[in-house]
């Protein structure tokens, strides 16, 4: 649990908050970060307003895999191909397709590492060449489009299966290498240390998520921001949090201000009527659209969607 400044709190107090923000996340980022989700694709393409501070940071993040996984791929071929006496002894198992042996699936793990760290630098490498041509006038259409965030976000599944098999091997190996009392400490302990590092920084992004912090505007006021103590801005933050998460809205309509119809001359309860009724709009729009995506092409044609 991370210690915040306690100014006479009760430590009750502190872990119920600790708790609540550990909620934020769904139980599959526990395992897998946030970013590495459509969802956190979706925020940041509507997120950004500006379309050149949207193509650099998908391009920045693009640069950071490819010498992740370029270090992770060497790594991968250099125990494949190792010279020492455990490599050896996996390299003759796999020709002998030794099945009941453990040595046999690090192998089959660790090759498979190799091809998902070989496709993941590919598919990396390809988005990065693609999307830095588009100009910034036009990168929202294409990056918000299904195909441009499909495109974005296949990178990122391919590196969380490269990541997976390589804990697998490693894992396996650990059982090889180690008693079998030892390799299953060591490994409820990684395992334990990967929990906590992936559910802190999903936890981290469903605040910025909810909290509306990739967009260009603030989340107070200057003043409000400067008077506010750490944790209090941790708790006030994790409030904003929470009541967005209640809401579930639209990604298309978060980054819009609730408050910009009444500025046009509506009235408050026109504006917020308004907001829910496209809110819910949107959402039967993208129900219809993503049940589409499994019929098949005569039950389309036969059956076209409805506006």
């Known amino acids: 649990m991370p210690h915040f400044d306690r100014e006479g709190r009760p430590r009750r107090h502190d872990a119920q908050k600790w708790f ?3 909620s934020l996340p769904k139980f599959i980022e526990y395992f897998i970060s ?8 979706r925020h940041l393409s509507w997120a ?3 379309g050149k501070s949207l193509r650099e940071h998908m391009t920045q993040r693009f640069a950071s ?9 060497s790594a991968e071929i250099a125990v494949l191909f190792s010279p020492s006496a455990p490599a050896d002894t996996m390299r003759e198992r796999l020709k002998n397709s030794e099945y009941d042996t453990v040595d046999f699936y690090a192998g ?3 090759s498979m590492s190799i091809f998902l760290s070989l496709s993941a630098l590919v598919a990396t490498f390809t988005a990065w060449a ?8 036009n990168a929202h259409c294409i990056l918000r489009s299904s195909i441009g965030l499909h495109a974005t976000q296949l990178p990122s599944r391919l590196i969380v299966s490269a990541i997976g098999a390589f804990l697998i091997w490693n894992i396996l190996f650990l059982f090889i ?12 302990m990684a395992c334990t240390l990967y929990m906590y590092i992936v559910s802190i920084y999903s936890a981290l992004g469903r605040l910025v998520m909810f909290t509306k912090a990739m967009a260009g505007e603030p989340i107070f006021k200057k003043d409000e921001e400067e008077s506010l103590p750490p944790y209090d801005l941790y708790t006030t933050l994790l409030e904003k949090a929470q009541k967005e998460k209640k809401r579930s809205p639209n990604v298309m309509l978060f980054y819009r201000t609730r408050d910009g119809d009444t500025a046009n001359g509506h009235t408050g309860g026109e504006s917020v009527r308004n907001y829910d009724e496209e809110n819910s709009s949107l959402f039967q729009r993208e129900a219809a659209q993503d049940s589409n995506i499994n019929m098949s092409p005569r039950s389309i044609i036969s059956n076209p969607p409805q506006n």
């Open 20 to 22: 609540s923000l550990l």
């Open 34 to 41: 946030v970013d590495h989700f459509p969802g956190w694709r």
């Open 48 to 50: 950004k307003h500006d």
């Open 65 to 73: 895999n490819m010498v992740f996984m370029s270090l992770l791929l």
């Open 108 to 110: 089959l793990a660790l």
């Open 130 to 137: 693609i999307i830095s041509s588009i100009s910034d006038s």
């Open 177 to 188: 290498l180690l008693p079998k009392v030892w390799a299953i400490i060591v490994t409820v």
